[in-house]
């Protein structure tokens, strides 16, 4: 019995390990490159957005305005913060945790998400998803900023592709399920295609990813106006 008791524990590490190594292959389709841009199409009912999106290694992030309605404006994510940069605004906008949990915010979030950065792995286990083999991985936020507390992830067992995610609050609430899309090729590279993220309330947004570019970021991109680095 002692003995089985010591290989069980032993076996442990091997298991938040290859958790981790789940959550890392994950967060390459979405993160191919320490730095990035690519171009962003978000559709909902009767309308659709189209952004740039630049980001670097330690996941701070920048969406510019490409379509019509949008160009001019630019979101900024700099660690657990966000700004919301508006043409003829001498100041940027701060997003508040509250605002995060809702619309566009919410997706910006969802999107930028790195899990293997943002969360730890509480266990991993077996389970099918729609008739495919699939790891569900249980996920606990590392930082109190981070609007979703807690998150289940489905990955399929073949290739180590996410499948569907639940976003949950700190009391355990459902707050928003992202499925996603197959891998495409760029770059020699496999990427996500396509993030189709549904509210609590059946509200539902696409993010389409397309124009993968590696590198060629500026660094005063992540500057806040007014001189704040």
């Known amino acids: 019995m002692r003995r089985f008791s010591l290989l069980f524990l032993a076996a442990l590490p091997l298991l938040a390990q290859s958790g981790e190594e789940i959550l890392a292959r994950v967060d390459k389709l979405r993160?191919?490159?320490?730095?990035?841009?690519?171009?962003?199409t978000v559709k909902i009912p009767k309308a659709a957005q189209r952004w740039k999106v630049s980001a670097?290694?330690?996941?701070?992030?920048?969406?510019?305005?490409?379509?019509e309605k949008e160009k001019g404006r630019a979101v900024l994510l700099r660690g657990d913060e966000m700004w919301l940069l508006l043409p003829g605004a001498k100041r940027p906008v701060k997003v508040t945790p509250q605002q995060r949990l809702m619309g566009p915010a919410a997706g910006g979030d969802v999107a930028r998400t790195r899990f293997?950065?943002?969360?730890?792995?509480?266990?991993?286990?077996?389970?099918?998803?729609?008739?495919q083999a699939c790891w569900r991985l249980e996920l606990a936020a590392k930082r109190p900023a981070l609007s979703a507390r807690q998150v289940v992830l489905w990955?399929?067992?073949?290739?180590?592709?996410?499948?569907?995610?639940?976003?949950?609050?700190?009391?355990?609430?459902?707050?928003?399920?992202?499925?996603?899309g197959p891998p495409v090729q760029t770059h020699g590279q496999p990427v996500l295609s396509w993030l189709?993220?549904?509210?609590?309330?059946?509200?539902?947004?696409?993010?389409?990813?397309g124009n993968w570019t590696r590198g060629g970021v500026a660094p005063g991109a992540f500057d806040l106006p007014g001189g704040d680095r």
Do not use: C, M
């Open 31 to 40: 993160h191919p490159w320490p730095v990035f841009s690519v171009e962003l």
């Open 56 to 67: 670097r290694e330690n996941g701070d992030a920048r969406l510019d305005g490409l379509s």
């Open 155 to 180: 990955v399929a067992k073949e290739g180590a592709l996410p499948q569907k995610a639940e976003f949950r609050l700190a009391s355990g609430r459902l707050a928003r399920t992202a499925r996603f």
């Open 116 to 131: 293997r950065e943002d969360y730890n792995v509480q266990a991993v286990a077996e389970e099918p998803l729609e008739g």
């Open 196 to 209: 189709e993220i549904e509210e609590a309330g059946g509200a539902a947004v696409r993010l389409t990813f």
